[in-house]
């Protein structure tokens, strides 16, 4: 069964970065893309961009250029999202999300970054 | 950029009542539109994929409908378990855009 496990909770100060790793399993990790999805407390979802595991190509959301970087590691079947200089509106828990016929379907457990001074 | 909109943005129903939500796109999208429930402190779940497909596992009570710029999701009778945050997504450019989202409670 396709399983998606994510890093655990990080506390970071404004300015720094945070990396997030989301394992995959169960399934061919190359044949699908990746989505990251972000939710700030007590708000919606955000969809914050994709990676092809298998090429490493990416898209991302033009608020957050120049910030994210999407990776992976075919030889641990992990993708990781790095998100730079950080704020306080970054606050939120960060979901990998496997694809599945265009759109997210298999959803990690979701990782809360704190971003506070 | 599209621009995806959802109306009511929350909602009172029964158990047992019809509910419809509506997403619109700012563009045609095709059918490239899913539907996903979410509850507090959970992952979302995928209800609907391109716009009308009830995805495996999926109560019968869901379905979807629309293509181009208008969508609807209806649940046929409301249960307890179906009490949730409702999103749509649009799958069809980067990037990629969920509307805001409907909250449906208990009246």
């Known amino acids: 069964q396709v399983q998606l496990v994510q890093s655990g909770a990080e506390v970071k100060k404004p300015g720094a970065s945070v990396k997030v790793s989301c394992k995959a399993s169960?399934?061919?990790?190359?044949?699908?893309?990746m989505h990251w999805v972000r939710q700030a407390p007590g708000q919606g979802l955000e969809w914050m961009g994709i990676?092809?595991?298998?090429?490493?190509?990416?898209s991302y959301a033009q608020k957050l250029q120049g910030r994210v970087t999407m990776t992976r590691d075919t030889s641990t079947s992990t993708v990781y999202m790095e998100l730079s200089s950080l704020r306080s509106e970054d606050t939120a828990v960060y979901y990998c999300?496997?694809?599945?016929?265009?759109?997210?379907?298999?959803w990690g457990q979701g990782t809360l970054v704190t971003v506070s001074s | 950029d599209i621009q995806m909109t959802q109306s009511p943005s929350s909602l009172s129903a029964s158990v047992g009542d019809r509910v419809t939500i509506t997403c619109r796109a700012s563009?045609?999208?095709?059918?490239?539109l899913g539907w996903y429930q979410q509850k507090p402190g959970k992952a979302p779940k995928r209800l609907i994929y391109?716009?009308?497909s009830l995805q495996s596992g999926v109560p019968s009570r869901f379905s979807g409908s629309g293509s181009g710029t208008e969508f609807t999701l209806t649940i046929s009778s409301l249960q307890p378990e179906d009490f949730a945050t409702y999103y749509c997504?649009?799958?069809?450019?980067?990037?990629?855009?969920f509307g805001p989202g409907t909250k449906v409670d208990i009246k």
């Open positions: 999300a496997r694809d599945q016929g265009g759109s997210p379907h298999y």
């Open positions: 169960g399934y061919t990790f190359t044949s699908y893309y």
């Open positions: 990676i092809n595991p298998s090429g490493g190509s990416t």
């Open positions: 563009q045609g999208i095709r059918n490239d």
């Open positions: 391109a716009a009308s």
């Open positions: 997504l649009q799958h069809n450019s980067y990037p990629f855009t």
